[in-house]
């Protein structure tokens, strides 16, 4: 997986140097901690990802700022895509993503106690290791 990361971004790399101009990927960057995860169905597969992207030394930043016990996040975002590999809260990682939309709508969750949070949702197209 890691492999397949880097050669994605060496790719990108090598196509925006050959090509006239500014090259622009359909898809953001960014790395990132996965910090929670929603409880909103009783199956947990169906419950998305909480992932921070405040990562240190990166330029852009993505999504939106919440509270989870007592400790903030100041740019995060939900997934329901991210790969099982990489399902750990603390876990580091690398994303290739898309926004599809601002939040899920209220009133589908299908436990006693939701946990939810209105955030932007991230269709992730390719996730890798992040070296600590």
Known sequence: MK???????????????CKPGNFS??????IGYVVAQENCYPDSAKNSWIIDL???????????????????????????DLPDTFRRVGM????????????????DCMVDSPVTYKLKKAEIISAGFVAQ
């Open 92 to 107: 580091a990682v690398g994303l290739f993503f898309n926004f599809t939309d601002s939040s899920r709508p209220l009133g």
């Open 54 to 80: 405040s990562y240190p030394n990166q330029q852009d930043y993505y999504g939106d700022s919440i509270s989870i016990h007592g400790e903030s996040f100041l740019h995060a975002i939900r997934t329901f």
């Open 3 to 17: 492999l397949k990361f880097i050669y994605i971004f060496s790719l990108i790399a090598i196509l925006y140097c």
């Open 25 to 30: 990927p359909p898809y953001l960057v960014a």
